[in-house]
C-alpha cells in the first residue's frame, strides 16, 4: 500500500479532463517559478542590468 496527497484538483473542461496536481509539479514546463524579467533593473543614467 502506498498513498498519494492531492495538491489540486484542476479543470481543463475544453480538453474534456481532470488534472490532478501532486507535489511540487509546475504546470508550464521549461518556464522558471520567478520569470526572469523580474530581475531587469532600469536605471535613471539609462543602462539596463539584468538582461544577460
Not at 495538491?7 to 479532463?17: V, W
Request: hydrophobic share 40%; proline share 6%.
Amino acid at each position: 500500500d502506498f498513498q498519494v496527497t492531492v495538491r489540486n484538483i484542476q479543470i481543463n473542461s475544453g480538453a474534456g479532463f481532470l488534472v490532478v496536481l501532486t507535489g511540487e509539479i509546475m504546470r508550464m514546463p521549461g518556464l522558471p517559478r520567478k520569470p526572469l524579467a523580474e530581475s531587469v533593473k532600469f536605471h535613471a543614467d539609462g543602462t539596463v542590468e539584468g538582461l544577460g
